[in-house]
């Protein structure tokens, strides 16, 4: 039986996992994060399986952790947070969770949606802060949804935005003859939206897809949302473009560093909506992906 450690758990997370495993389940030992990638070799000797929410294991760190076999990521994202190169070479399998929170993320995309489009993070810090400034926003009704990828998350996006009264087309990398949605190439996609959902998986082939050049192609005035991740844009483009005001407000769940350091151009900038990857972030998704970990974890 696989011996394991959840290496990097959190009082909300602890609070759901003990509703979801099972006395009959295989025994996870759990250690309250974050962890120092100096601390994690000690951390897992002992162990062959490691669950992990959100550390990083460089690939420094994964020649060290002697005895591991198999890190089981929680969600799909396990590239920002795991070498996975380094991985293959060291032998260690990696395991992601999909599916587990599509309606779940696509609801928090749409939030951002309606934030940015009504400015309501910006008014509700300047009423908190004794200010009072109503700012003009943008009707969604009849606007054109781009939606960036057609996976699960992606498929709900459309499904909620066509309710709320978009007008939607999307795009993906690979044909999808269910979309129940115009597909355009990328292109004409960046071309036609008045907001831009982003819903691709980070790999090789998507990192820096929304590049200098696809996002010059979009209208003035665009709102882009991203609840994928950072690294599918390009990030000195789109400070470029947010404060040229080409780009009129970005809405992201997800930076390149978790949390954002000091430094993050983002956090400087007022046509932002920032929230702290959460998107994923509800009970009902969250006992979903604990169960699946815990399963993946047993097969080894």
């Given at each position: 039986m696989p011996k394991t450690l959840f290496i990097d758990s959190t009082p909300d997370i602890d609070s759901v996992w003990r509703r979801v495993h099972r006395p009959s389940d295989v025994p996870v030992a759990i250690n309250m994060g974050p962890v120092e990638a100096a601390d994690i070799p000690r951390?897992?000797?002992?162990?062959?399986?490691?669950?992990?929410?959100?550390?990083?294991?460089?690939?420094?760190?994964?020649?060290?952790?002697?005895?591991?076999?198999?890190?089981?990521?929680?969600?799909?994202?396990?590239?920002s947070f795991v070498d996975l190169?380094?991985?293959?070479?060291?032998?260690?399998?990696?395991?992601?969770i999909s599916g587990y929170g599509d309606t779940t993320v696509a609801e928090h995309a749409m939030g951002l949606v309606f934030a940015a489009a009504r400015h309501i993070a910006t008014m509700h810090a300047l009423v908190q802060g004794g200010g009072w400034r109503p700012m003009q926003g943008m009707e969604l009704k009849g606007k054109t949804l781009g939606v960036v990828g057609l996976g699960g998350i992606g498929r709900e996006m459309v499904r909620i935005a066509s309710g709320v009264g978009l007008k939607v087309v999307a795009y993906n990398r690979s044909p999808r003859p269910?979309?129940?949605?115009?597909?355009?190439g990328i292109d004409e996609l960046l071309g036609r939206a008045d907001i831009v959902s982003l819903h691709l998986g980070l790999n090789d082939q998507t990192r820096g897809f929304l590049d200098r050049a696809k996002l010059a192609k979009t209208k003035t005035g665009v709102i882009i949302v991203n609840t994928a991740r950072a690294g599918v844009v390009d990030d000195a483009a789109l400070i470029d473009l947010l404060k040229?005001?080409?780009?009129?407000?970005?809405?992201?769940?997800?930076?390149?560093?978790?949390?954002?350091?000091?430094?993050?151009?983002?956090?400087?900038?007022?046509?932002?909506?920032?929230?702290?990857?959460?998107?994923?972030?509800?009970?009902?998704?969250?006992?979903?992906?604990?169960?699946?970990?815990?399963d993946l974890a047993a097969k080894g």
């Amino acid at each position: 039986m696989p011996k394991t450690l959840f290496i990097d758990s959190t009082p909300d997370i602890d609070s759901v996992w003990r509703r979801v495993h099972r006395p009959s389940d295989v025994p996870v030992a759990i250690n309250m994060g974050p962890v120092e990638a100096a601390d994690i070799p000690r951390l897992i000797a002992g162990y062959d399986t490691v669950i992990n929410d959100a550390t990083y294991f460089d690939e420094e760190t994964l020649k060290r952790c002697a005895g591991l076999k198999h890190i089981v990521f929680l969600g799909t994202g396990a590239a920002s947070f795991v070498d996975l190169a380094a991985a293959a070479r060291v032998g260690i399998k990696v395991s992601t969770i999909s599916g587990y929170g599509d309606t779940t993320v696509a609801e928090h995309a749409m939030g951002l949606v309606f934030a940015a489009a009504r400015h309501i993070a910006t008014m509700h810090a300047l009423v908190q802060g004794g200010g009072w400034r109503p700012m003009q926003g943008m009707e969604l009704k009849g606007k054109t949804l781009g939606v960036v990828g057609l996976g699960g998350i992606g498929r709900e996006m459309v499904r909620i935005a066509s309710g709320v009264g978009l007008k939607v087309v999307a795009y993906n990398r690979s044909p999808r003859p269910d979309a129940g949605v115009p597909t355009v190439g990328i292109d004409e996609l960046l071309g036609r939206a008045d907001i831009v959902s982003l819903h691709l998986g980070l790999n090789d082939q998507t990192r820096g897809f929304l590049d200098r050049a696809k996002l010059a192609k979009t209208k003035t005035g665009v709102i882009i949302v991203n609840t994928a991740r950072a690294g599918v844009v390009d990030d000195a483009a789109l400070i470029d473009l947010l404060k040229s005001g080409h780009i009129r407000h970005y809405a992201t769940d997800v930076f390149a560093q978790e949390p954002p350091q000091a430094g993050e151009p983002l956090l400087k900038l007022a046509n932002v909506t920032l929230t702290a990857h959460a998107g994923y972030n509800t009970p009902e998704a969250a006992m979903t992906m604990y169960r699946r970990a815990i399963d993946l974890a047993a097969k080894g």
